[in-house]
């Protein structure tokens, strides 16, 4: 299954067969086919759930095309609010962002009085800010 690496550079260790693996370095931005759990365990994006924002430049006389991931801004600032919060780091504002992709599901499950899947000091956390 074909994916891309969204975050930093990884080193990836691929099954080659009974007792061998092999190393292999996925930079931003590459795409990379790989078996889907693999892909999935590192955070890798499947290759059409990717937003791509290609730009064309010139190195001396040569024209490349540049492909750069479009990060949404909504994203962006929901997970800046979550790290305001005390005591919710960059892990933990991932985490939540993973069950509850917006801010607005977040809220919603707050006033419906949903049980939320984190340790009981965030959930205080989240429900004193989002009430």
């Known amino acids: 299954m074909k994916f891309i690496n969204e975050g930093k550079d990884v080193q990836v260790r691929i099954p080659e067969g009974p007792n061998r693996y092999r190393w292999s370095s996925i ?41 750069q991931i479009d990060i949404d801004k909504n994203t962006d600032d929901y997970s800046k609010k979550l790290n305001d919060i005390g005591g919710i780091g960059k892990k933990t504002a991932k985490d939540i962002i993973k069950v509850f992709p917006t801010e607005e599901k977040l809220k919603e499950a707050i006033e ?3 049980e939320l899947p984190f340790r009981d000091d965030i959930e205080k956390k989240l429900r004193e800010e989002y009430e």
């Not at 931003?28 to 078996?35: A, N, R, S």
């Not at 955070?43 to 759930?49: I, Q």
């Not at 290609?54 to 040569?62: A, D, L, N, P, S």
């Open 27 to 67: 930079r931003t931005g590459k795409e990379v086919d790989l078996p889907e759990s693999i892909g999935l365990v590192y955070g890798f994006k499947k290759v059409g759930d990717v937003k791509l924002k290609v730009t064309e430049g010139k190195i001396g006389k040569t024209i490349v095309e540049t492909k």
């Open 112 to 114: 419906h009085d949903d």
